[in-house]
């Protein structure tokens, strides 16, 4: 079969996930010599369009970490999406926490609406909520485990005992558990799903916010209003050129800190081929 495109295909509201999707599928179009496209669904408007594939594509296609699955906002649109015989690669972008069974989620979801599955992997990226977790990751190193994954690939996809319907293996269980659970210090579940970030006077009301909320919910009028659901990216607060964006919940930050006072162990990617 003959592939003549690679697609890089990403969610990616604060850039980690974007930056690890189109490493491996930059090289694996230079390596089969076939150009690299990019479908960037973070936006609102560009999740209202259909996307489909086709068997001349290999798709690199990638979320992030989301309470340990894929984003569950992000469900009913994967849906929709059409793979039509392509090939892919599933990868998750985690918080240095754990992706539990968000790979095998997003692998079976792929799996189920028409993409071959053939290799997988789990990367780190800097933590939503914090600076300091997974801090600048995607590095150098997880790049380059990124670029040499992708060489290995290109040739599976190359080898004359590729079989493209063999499902990849990947880590994880089936059926998939609940979503990840924080707790407080008493081990009482902590609920921070309705919690939202606020906004300081040092805002310039530049708009920025407004226009790269994945979910569209910052009001353009007035920034300091919310129109919709909060997934909690931080792609407001890590973005806004003044930090005026930010989050005063107790149990958000309590959360927060428990998250960088326990896994201060550097995780690395794991890798399925
Ligand atoms: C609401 C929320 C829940 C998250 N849950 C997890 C998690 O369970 N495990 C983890 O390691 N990271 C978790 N993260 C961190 C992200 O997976 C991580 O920062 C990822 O690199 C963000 O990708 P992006 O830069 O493409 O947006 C969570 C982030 C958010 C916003
Ligand atoms: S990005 Fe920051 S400064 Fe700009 S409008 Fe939003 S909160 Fe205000
Ligand atoms: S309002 Fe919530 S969903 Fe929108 S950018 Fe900020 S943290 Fe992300």
Redesign the pocket.
């Given at each position: 079969m003959q592939r003549k495109n690679v697609w890089s295909v990403y969610f990616?509201?604060?850039?980690?996930?974007?930056k690890i999707v189109t490493t491996i599928a930059k090289k694996i179009g230079e390596d089969l010599d076939i150009s690299m496209k990019k479908f960037d669904f973070t936006f609102p408007n560009v999740r209202l369009q259909k996307k489909s594939f086709t068997t001349e594509d290999i798709v690199v296609f990638g979320v992030?970490?989301?309470?340990?699955r894929v984003p569950n906002l992000l469900l009913k649109y994967l849906d929709t999406i059409e793979g039509n015989g392509a090939l892919c690669i599933p990868i998750v972008?985690?918080?240095?926490?754990?992706?539990?069974d968000a790979l095998i989620e997003l692998r079976n979801i792929l799996s189920k609406v028409g993409f071959k599955p053939i290799a997988a992997g789990a990367f780190i990226?800097?933590?939503?909520?914090s600076q300091v977790l997974?801090e600048n990751r995607p590095d150098g190193k997880d790049l380059d485990i990124a670029t040499n994954f992708a060489d290995n690939i290109s040739k599976k996809i190359l080898s004359s005992d590729f079989n493209e319907n063999e499902i990849i293996d990947v880590k994880g269980e089936n059926p998939i558990r609940q979503y990840?659970q924080p707790r407080d210090s008493k081990g009482n579940p902590i609920d921070i799903r309705k919690v939202t970030p606020k906004t300081n006077n040092l805002c310039i009301n530049c708009k920025l916010c407004a226009v790269i909320c994945p979910l569209g919910s910052i009001k353009y009028d007035n920034v300091r209003e919310l129109q919709g659901v909060c997934?909690?990216?931080?792609a407001c607060v890590k973005r806004c050129p003044v930090e005026a964006k930010y989050y005063d919940d107790e149990n958000y930050l309590y959360h927060q800190h428990e998250l960088e006072f326990q896994y201060t162990r550097r995780a690395e990617p794991d890798l399925f081929i």
């Open positions: 990616s509201a604060t850039g980690t996930t974007e992030p970490v989301i309470a340990g972008a985690y918080g240095n926490r754990n992706y539990d990226g800097e933590h939503s909520f997974g990840y997934m909690k990216c931080c």
